[in-house]
């Protein structure tokens, strides 16, 4: 039977480790200076070497002619263990082996000391199956392990390795490997095996792979079964199911275009026969490499000349604010994908997003920081103050603040019925003569007294207050916006569904129970938001658009 050919061009001394310096050059100076530990851990995602360098490690400290401590490779003792021919090097796969009886019969085997090596070494893979108990097991013999014995475990998941076994052990973190060390390896296989294969193909292969080095040479292995004198970038497309890149160019021009009939079109296309997951990532890359064109980062780009110049003819045509909201759509839409029955559809869903762009959830936030701004303009405004009546009996008034102007340059007044941008031209200038007349303050004040009228607090919102249980209760009520009678009901209106806003309608009980004491007993208690009432809301914005055009006049504000 063949091998594979991650398992045949596996490395064999640490040299030979491509992309992992950090950890072997530690593991080097360990056998040269004979400082070896007796339990190390290897951690870090798939294909990156962890037990590549575990088997190397295994020799190394075995090895009768050490070679500037990596392994010599054909002495008796690492021939031994390349052909697997003694028993002194034990290799464990812990999601079979995890029961607290496999590691206590492990446990009663190392205490035998070697049959013919220098040490015994166990390398334990995948060690985060093992159980609770089972770790408990392994526990005593990690404490306190004979001289003999070396433990290796290897993980892709450190956090779920107890603490216990940790502070036992010495760590190493294997990082993702760059794709230009995931090529240069690519090149020397098809090189020995006589392949000839396209540098596009060698660069898909490896951006594919997602810093694996396994995966990427799984992948190698399959096109190159395909018995093809070249390995094209065709056969990649349609022999493995990868994207064709030309095709997500096409469909990401369509998606720019807020085409929404051409990007459905397109994305069939590219989908067609494909796999969905990948379709996401390759959409994910572009988009990232659309971010690293556009901040002029192109040597950070993955692509060869040809793309490198579709990518920044793209990116002129995208505003950053939309590239960085579509990563973020996409990282969204790669959670939903782990879960869905329905991959395609759920593209479809994906690219429909991708046209309208907007993060709805972003509103929110907006919202929020154009209340806290109004009340800023709000304490400035209370700021102001008096000088003198001019002789039409209007009050001149004359700012104490000079930079009220600076502060707000742009505001953006957006609600769930109504989202206007208002803009302040760029050349608007605010002198003292300009400033708003006090009568128009009070006009302001004239318009909402008609609308406010009938949401005036009740006289008895103090004794009910008052008569609350626990002064959290009486501090979060205190939060509501407005609270009046109505149709033999108290009404208490909250700006936003908060936590406040929930602790007063979990004890809604209580608060009729002290209302209908107060009040009376026909009266009932209704909790709200301010949204269920439109003449607040149109009172609000009202006021908003008022308070800036007071402040900056009306002939500086452009509504758009």
């Not at 839409?333 to 972003?362: A, H, Q, W």
């Not at 102001?384 to 102007?405: A, F, H, P, R």
């Not at 009404?491 to 979990?506: A, P, R």
């Not at 208690?525 to 009172?539: A, C, G, K, R």
Request: hydrophobic letters at 35%; one cysteine or more.
């Amino acid at each position: 039977m063949r091998q594979a050919i991650y398992r045949e061009y596996r490395p064999k001394t640490f040299d030979e480790v491509l992309g992992q310096s950090q950890v072997t050059e530690v593991l080097k100076n360990q056998v040269k200076n004979n400082l070896i530990g007796h339990a190390y851990l290897f951690s870090g995602t798939r294909g990156t070497g962890k037990t590549s360098c575990a088997k190397i490690f295994a020799r190394a400290i075995n090895c009768l002619n050490l070679q500037d401590g990596s392994p010599c490779n054909v002495c008796e003792n690492c021939r031994s263990i390349l052909n697997e021919e003694t028993f002194d090097i034990v290799e464990m796969d812990a999601a079979s082996n995890r029961r607290i009886e496999d590691i206590r019969d492990l446990r009663d085997k190392v205490i035998y000391p070697p049959a013919n090596l220098k040490y015994k070494v166990y390398i334990i893979d995948e060690a985060h199956m093992i159980t609770n108990e089972g770790f408990n097991a392994l526990l005593k013999i990690m404490e306190e392990p004979p001289k003999h014995l070396v433990f290796i475990l290897a993980t892709t998941e450190i956090e779920k390795i107890p603490q216990t076994i940790l502070s036992r052990c010495q760590r190493y973190e294997f990082k993702r490997l760059d794709t230009e060390f995931i090529k240069e390896n690519i090149l020397n296989i098809t090189r020995d095996l006589g392949v000839e294969i396209e540098p596009e193909a060698v660069n898909l292969i490896a951006n594919e792979a997602d810093g694996a080095m396994r995966d990427a040479l799984s992948t190698l292995d399959q096109v190159i079964s395909l018995g093809k004198d070249k390995i094209t970038v065709k056969d990649l497309e349609e022999d493995l199911g990868l994207v064709d890149q030309d095709k997500i160019f096409k469909l990401v021009d369509a998606i720019i275009s807020k085409d929404f009939s051409n990007t459905i079109k397109a994305f069939a296309e590219t989908s067609k026969g494909k796999i969905i997951s990948n379709l996401f990532k390759d959409l994910t890359d572009h988009y990232r490499n659309l971010l690293l064109v556009k901040n002029k980062l192109e040597s950070n780009v993955d692509a060869s000349t040809m793309y490198l110049e579709k990518y920044k003819e793209q990116a002129n045509n995208i505003e950053m604010n939309q590239i960085i909201e579509s990563l973020d759509i996409l990282m969204e839409f790669e959670i939903k994908l782990k879960t869905t029955e329905n991959p395609v559809i759920l593209g479809e869903l994906l690219v429909t997003r991708l046209v309208d762009y907007v993060n709805y959830n972003s509103f929110k936030s907006k919202i929020n920081y154009l209340e806290d701004k109004v009340k800023e303009l709000e304490e400035k405004l209370s700021n102001l103050k008096v000088e003198d009546l001019n002789s039409n009996g209007n009050i001149d008034i004359v700012t104490t603040n000079n930079s009220v102007k600076d502060d707000l340059v742009k505001a953006e007044i957006i609600t769930e019925e109504n989202k206007s941008n208002i803009t302040e031209t760029e050349d608007s200038k605010v002198e003292k003569e300009e400033n708003p007349s006090a009568e128009k303050v009070e006009n302001s004040d004239d318009l909402e007294d008609d609308v406010l009228d009938k949401y005036k607090e009740t006289k008895y919102w103090n004794e009910i207050v008052n008569k609350l249980p626990t002064p959290m209760m009486r501090n979060f009520i205190n939060s509501s916006t407005y609270r009046f009678l109505e149709k033999n009901r108290l009404v208490i209106l909250f700006k936003t569904e908060d936590t406040k806003m929930k602790l007063i309608c979990s004890n809604i009980n209580v608060l009729k129970k002290i209302v209908q004491e107060v009040v009376g007993s026909d009266y009932d208690v209704h909790i709200t938001l301010e949204s269920s009432y439109p003449d607040l809301n149109n009172l609000r914005k009202e006021k908003n658009l008022k308070l800036i055009q007071d402040l900056f006049g009306e002939d500086n504000i452009n509504i758009t």
